[in-house]
């Protein structure tokens, strides 16, 4: 029967309706750094999807922890087939079938992805490879706007790669894995099966938003701080380990109905295993019967761990001194400020975006350390909460020095009043606008002041990052802008002895540099250094501070050689990149690789092949064979 006039009447209205819509976003668009996210989505400015709370194991296991329906993305004009959007670009060729699968379509008078056979992409279409593909995308999309926006980074990320798409393999091929690789500019994600016969079951990690989010956070770090693939530090692969769990965690728990359904569970307890604190469910599930793939709920110290070569399993003793805080800030917020059990969640995640993020900018640009990030966070916090009338700092203080992060004499230091804002003392002045103008401003800038910091004569001191940041306090207070300088310096080191192996009488470098962040108005915010052991420019002013540097250089490079030693005593030095043909994952990869450049040997960390635990290798094995 053909429709009446009522009912073409409202089909012409909401056509109409949605087409205004479709008129006024770029406008809205154009505005959505005043709108907060509720405004954004009455607007349309962030499309809902459906995507997994954690994976599809949870979801089977518990009902309560079923897709997302609250979970939206911001919209923006370039949206195309893929998906595709300003900043990932979903590919999806299966390199074990050698298949190249067609993308999801983008409707735009939908406003959602389709499938091949034109059918939306929800939790009534999981069987579609579209909708893995979408999930990915939309996962992805989510975890960028919880590092740019201003409560994180406050500012756009760049890749570690030339180009401004990193591409998105939801069924890169058959095995145990998902990895973040830079050569081939792509997040990676494997798909295996378990169980046999009518039991036997495929896993996607593609499915899983702690994988996803894990690996994306390792992309971010590529992107900020990039000669961290350049350390032969296993603490430096740690702290990559680490962030990519953390940041797992904090966006599963930012994630409002997700954190009702923690507090349901746990009453605000989090001292006992729970969703938050367990990672990839699914996926530590059936490779080996793990109830999970890592726990931030761990009893490590660094002590513990120090000498370990296992990344993985070194990362732990970071992300349980973080969980920790969360722990005793959700505490502190049901107890002291008598908040209910889901208000102090919502207190906690707002408070640990900031505490946890916003420090990745005030890290060296080489050579991370468990200290370096601590001291991070303190230093964070006291910019941005410089009273502290709760005590935050303390507490943080407290935990580090618990896990061995920190030592006691450090944190008696740490604890005693000093200015919050000084001037950075240089010779001469550069205002901060015009440092951030320019890469070659900056230059200048740190030039014409070297003796002042620290940068030797002979140094080829280069810019490698500089960035303009708006951020925001916990209350969405906008802080001062920061001007965020990261340069670099390589100082050639021979390798003599027969510790060195095969590498005995070749030439390697040690990176050198430092992370200088100023607010606009010229307050030095923090400095973050490595030094080297050239030969510093003498004067007057710093005798004690050039002698200091020069010390602290020198002990950093017999540190470099005895790491190195020490990695190659271990076997765990191998030839070339991890990446085959097309990106796609090669047999086997050691932890370490080295090239040779112009003579120079470069040692380097591999890409992050490995999702699984390492706690039970054991040293000097092959322990990067991987299934295939």
Same mark, same amino acid.
């Given at each position: 029967?053909?429709?009446?006039?009522?009912?073409?009447?409202?089909?012409?209205?909401?056509?109409?309706?949605?087409?205004?819509?479709?008129?006024?976003?770029?406008?809205?668009?154009?505005?959505?750094?005043?709108?907060?996210?509720?405004?954004?989505?009455?607007?349309?400015?962030?499309?809902?999807?459906?995507?997994?709370?954690?994976?599809?194991?949870?979801?089977?296991?518990?009902?309560?922890?079923?897709?997302?329906?609250?979970?939206?993305?911001?919209?923006?004009?370039?949206?195309?087939?893929?998906?595709?959007?300003?900043?990932?670009?979903?590919?999806?060729?299966?390199?074990?079938?050698?298949?190249?699968?067609?993308?999801?379509?983008?409707?735009?008078?939908?406003?959602?992805?389709?499938? *091949?056979?034109?059918?939306?992409?929800?939790?009534?279409?999981?069987?579609?490879?579209?909708?893995?593909?979408?999930?990915?995308?939309?996962?992805?999309?989510?975890?960028?706007?919880?590092?740019?926006?201003?409560?994180?980074?406050?500012?756009? @990320?760049?890749?570690?790669?030339?180009?401004?798409?990193?591409?998105?393999?939801?069924?890169?091929?058959?095995?145990?894995?998902?990895?973040?690789?830079?050569?081939?500019?792509?997040?990676?994600?494997?798909?295996?099966?378990?169980?046999?016969?009518?039991?036997?079951?495929?896993?996607?990690?593609?499915?899983?938003?702690? @994988?996803?989010?894990?690996?994306?956070?390792?992309?971010?770090?590529?992107? @900020?701080?990039?000669?961290?693939?350049?350390?032969?530090?296993?603490?430096?692969?740690?702290?990559?380990?680490?962030?990519?769990?953390?940041?797992?965690?904090?966006?599963?728990?930012?994630?409002?109905?997700?954190?009702?359904?923690?507090?349901?569970?746990?009453?605000?307890?989090?001292?006992?295993?729970?969703?938050?604190?367990?990672?990839?469910?699914?996926?530590?599930?059936?490779?080996?019967?793990?109830?999970?793939?890592?726990?931030?709920?761990?009893?490590?110290?660094?002590?513990?761990?120090?000498?370990?070569?296992?990344?993985?399993?070194?990362?732990?003793?970071?992300?349980?001194?973080?969980?920790?805080?969360?722990?005793?800030?959700?505490?502190?917020?049901?107890?002291?400020?008598?908040?209910?059990?889901?208000?102090?969640?919502?207190?906690?995640?707002?408070?640990?975006?900031?505490?946890?993020?916003?420090?990745?900018?005030?890290?060296?640009?080489?050579?991370?350390?468990?200290?370096?990030?601590?001291?991070?966070?303190?230093?964070?916090?006291?910019?941005?909460?410089?009273?502290?009338?709760?005590?935050?700092?303390?507490?943080?203080?407290?935990?580090?020095?618990?896990?061995?992060?920190?030592?006691?004499?450090?944190?008696?230091?740490?604890?005693?009043?000093?200015?919050?804002?000084?001037?950075?003392?240089?010779?001469?002045?550069?205002?901060?606008?015009?440092?951030?103008?320019?890469?070659?401003?900056?230059?200048?800038?740190?030039?014409?002041?070297?003796?002042?910091?620290?940068?030797?004569?002979?140094?080829?001191?280069?810019?490698?990052?500089?960035?303009?940041?708006?951020?925001? *306090?916990?209350?969405?207070?906008?802080?001062?802008?920061?001007?965020?300088?990261?340069?670099?310096?390589?100082?050639?080191?021979?390798?003599?002895?027969?510790?060195?192996?095969?590498?005995?009488?070749? *030439?390697?470098?040690?990176?050198?540099?430092?992370?200088?962040?100023?607010?606009?108005?010229?307050?030095?915010?923090?400095?973050?250094?490595?030094?080297?052991?050239?030969?510093?420019?003498?004067?007057?002013?710093?005798?004690?501070?050039?002698?200091?540097?020069?010390?602290?250089?020198?002990?950093?490079?017999?540190?470099?050689?005895?790491?190195?030693?020490?990695?190659?005593?271990?076997?765990?030095?191998?030839?070339?990149?991890?990446?085959?043909?097309?990106?796609?994952?090669?047999?086997?990869?050691?932890?370490?690789?080295?090239?040779?450049?112009?003579?120079?040997?470069?040692?380097?960390?591999?890409?992050?092949?490995?999702?699984?635990?390492?706690?039970?290798?054991?040293?000097?094995?092959?322990?990067?064979?991987?299934?295939?």
């Amino acid at each position: 029967m053909p429709a009446g006039p009522r009912a073409r009447g409202n089909t012409d209205a909401a056509a109409k309706a949605a087409a205004e819509v479709r008129s006024a976003r770029p406008k809205l668009y154009a505005a959505r750094q005043f709108l907060d996210r509720e405004t954004q989505e009455t607007l349309g400015l962030r499309i809902p999807f459906d995507v997994y709370f954690q994976d599809p194991y949870i979801t089977e296991s518990d009902p309560a922890y079923d897709f997302d329906a609250a979970f939206t993305v911001p919209w923006e004009p370039g949206l195309a087939d893929g998906p595709t959007s300003a900043r990932f670009a979903v590919v999806d060729y299966d390199g074990s079938s050698e298949t190249l699968t067609p993308p999801a379509r983008w409707d735009a008078d939908l406003g959602k992805f389709l499938d *091949t056979e034109g059918e939306v992409l929800d939790r009534s279409n999981l069987d579609s490879p579209q909708f893995r593909q979408m999930n990915a995308w939309a996962t992805l999309q989510n975890a960028l706007d919880f590092f740019e926006n201003g409560f994180g980074l406050g500012r756009r @990320i760049e890749w570690g790669f030339e180009g401004n798409r990193l591409i998105v393999v939801p069924h890169a091929g058959y095995g145990e894995n998902a990895y973040y690789d830079r050569e081939s500019k792509s997040l990676q994600f494997y798909y295996f099966d378990r169980g046999e016969g009518k039991a036997r079951k495929r896993i996607h990690t593609c499915l899983s938003a702690d @994988i996803i989010n894990h690996e994306f956070g390792h992309a971010v770090l590529d992107g @900020i701080r990039p000669h961290y693939q350049e350390s032969v530090l296993t603490e430096t692969a740690a702290f990559h380990e680490f962030l990519g769990d953390i940041s797992a965690i904090l966006i599963a728990f930012r994630n409002t109905p997700f954190r009702g359904q923690i507090a349901t569970a746990t009453g605000g307890n989090l001292d006992t295993q729970n969703p938050l604190s367990s990672l990839a469910d699914e996926f530590g599930k059936n490779i080996g019967d793990q109830p999970y793939l890592r726990n931030a709920l761990n009893e490590l110290k660094y002590g513990d761990v120090k000498d370990d070569q296992r990344h993985h399993y070194m990362s732990q003793v970071l992300t349980g001194a973080m969980f920790d805080i969360i722990r005793r800030l959700t505490a502190h917020y049901m107890k002291q400020q008598g908040e209910s059990v889901r208000e102090a969640l919502w207190s906690t995640i707002r408070r640990m975006q900031c505490m946890a993020v916003q420090p990745l900018d005030l890290l060296p640009p080489v050579d991370v350390t468990f200290k370096d990030y601590a001291l991070a966070v303190l230093r964070n916090e006291q910019i941005v909460n410089p009273a502290d009338p709760d005590g935050y700092r303390a507490m943080m203080i407290d935990v580090f020095v618990g896990r061995g992060i920190l030592s006691e004499e450090e944190a008696v230091e740490l604890r005693k009043p000093i200015t919050v804002f000084e001037r950075l003392n240089v010779a001469i002045f550069h205002d901060p606008q015009s440092i951030a103008a320019s890469r070659a401003n900056a230059y200048r800038f740190l030039d014409d002041n070297r003796r002042e910091l620290f940068i030797p004569f002979a140094a080829d001191v280069v810019v490698t990052d500089l960035s303009l940041a708006q951020k925001l *306090t916990v209350d969405a207070r906008r802080q001062p802008r920061q001007v965020l300088l990261q340069y670099i310096w390589r100082e050639d080191v021979r390798l003599e002895g027969e510790r060195f192996g095969r590498f005995d009488g070749q *030439t390697t470098q040690m990176l050198c540099g430092g992370t200088l962040a100023l607010d606009i108005d010229g307050n030095r915010l923090a400095w973050a250094r490595k030094p080297g052991a050239m030969r510093l420019i003498g004067g007057p002013r710093k005798r004690q501070a050039e002698e200091a540097e020069a010390e602290a250089g020198k002990a950093r490079r017999a540190a470099f050689l005895d790491v190195l030693a020490a990695r190659i005593a271990a076997g765990r030095i191998g030839d070339g990149a991890a990446g085959g043909a097309a990106g796609l994952l090669a047999k086997s990869v050691a932890p370490v690789t080295a090239t040779v450049d112009g003579g120079t040997v470069r040692f380097g960390l591999s890409p992050h092949i490995g999702i699984t635990s390492d706690e039970d290798e054991e040293m000097g094995e092959r322990p990067w064979t991987i299934s295939s």
